[in-house]
């Protein structure tokens, strides 16, 4: 395994990228702030860096656990005291740097913020090739619960690969009873999520995170050009439904959505929700396995 051939080092390209952005994005994270001002800031400036968004960024806030992005509309402002979990993927050539941080908006970095980072860096400790996914769960459920908050089984890290977000390879929050062996030369994300409550998620109905899954016969043609878009632009990567309003405004965007999920032609993110209303706290790095443990390239 050579980890400094040419794959290696567009997955390190697109960290260095991440890791600038999200220091320039925390001076923005702070009361009333717009929240579609705070998620173009972030993508506009990982395009001016030489990468591209791996997927839209998520400003998930409070008991919102994932997958929120605002469309250009949204009025939504931060709020002093909220809980902003900031996730910011880019990619060069489809290899994917994954990472987010989490903001109590005005204040300082509480308990449930530092038991995410905790774990996120105790479960690094741990990554070595034999070691297996469902162990650094183990280390990621013990930290939070030291913190006596809850892990969120709901969400997962993931392996990477080119243009592929999430590989069949999963690395639990907690110590699920199977896990796969990691290797040298393995990327992978991994994201500790704390909740205040038990930790248990539900989908919202709201959507506005998508992926493309395939080519399906279609009656409308509106439908049909959005389609061909999205498959040429994004590929297998998650979009959102503002950049489409940015780029398409001639085409009816929500409407063209809906149609292509009950067609099963494109994959809908649901909001995700604590379902009892409990806060939320996430850190996530990206990581690749080296001989003797791993390297962070976030
Ligand atoms: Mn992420
Ligand atoms: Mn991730």
Known sequence: MELNDSLYNNYRKAGEILKTVKEESK???????KVVDLVE???KKIIELGGFPAFPCNISINSVAAHYTPNLTTDLTLKTGDYVKVDIGC???GCIADSAYTVKVNEKDDNLILSTQEALKNAIDVVEPGVKTNYIGKVIEDTIKEFNFNPIKDLCGHGLKPYIL??????PNYNSNMGTKIKEGDTLAIEPFASTKAGKLKNSEEVYIFKYLQDRPLRDPGSKKLLSVIKQNYKTLPFAERWLERD???????FSLRNLIRANAIYPY???????GGLVSQAENSVIVTSNGCEVYT
């Open 91 to 93: 990619h060069i050539e």
């Open 41 to 43: 800031f972030i993508e």
């Open 270 to 276: 649901n909001v995700l929700i604590d379902s009892e």
């Open 248 to 254: 398409y405004s001639d085409l009816k965007i929500n």
């Open 27 to 33: 001076k923005l994270v702070v009361d009333n702030y």
């Open 166 to 171: 999430h590989t069949g390879t999963t690395v």
